[in-house]
Nanobody, 131 residues
Framework: QVQLVESGGGSVQAGGSLRLSCVSS????????VGWFRRAPGKEREGVAF????????YYADSVKGRFTISQDNAKNTLYLQMNSLKPDDTAMYYC????????????????????????WGQGTQVTVSS
């Protein structure tokens, strides 16, 4: 059974940093598209940062480029999101997600057509940034 467990969220002031972690079990994510989504109250879910299968490349949303860094430690089955220069707009629930192996993503990570059911999800960790 696949399990994803996030940690590292919290409350910080604007300009501060946090590092989120996501440990996976029952699944080896290194060969699949993995990443982080976030959802703020009243807003749509947003893909924040992703690592392509095999770690060959990364994708970042424009809103976090230059401030967030995604990485993974395959030996520990752990995905990280280093978040620097945090802004109040970064306040959201952050979710770790990995590609469902039964779904072919092709060359995109994440593909624009992918829906909720095409991923495995963690329970989320709250990030709150105060001004």
């Amino acid at each position: 059974q696949v399990q994803l467990v996030e940690s590292g969220g919290g409350s910080v002031q604007a300009g501060g940093s946090l590092r989120l972690s996501c440990v996976s079990s029952g699944y080896t994510p290194s060969g699949y598209c993995v990443g982080w989504f976030r959802r703020a109250p009243g807003k749509e879910r947003e893909g924040v940062a992703f690592i392509f299968p095999g770690g060959s490349s990364t994708y970042y949303a424009d809103s976090v480029k230059g401030r967030f860094t995604i990485s993974q430690d395959n030996a520990k089955n752990t995905l990280y999101l280093q978040m620097n220069s945090l802004k109040p707009d970064d306040t959201a629930m952050y979710y770790c997600a990995t590609q469902n192996p039964s779904v072919w993503f092709g060359s995109r990570c994440p593909p624009t057509w992918a829906r909720y059911e095409h991923y495995y999800w963690g329970q989320g960790t709250q990030v709150t940034v105060s001004s």
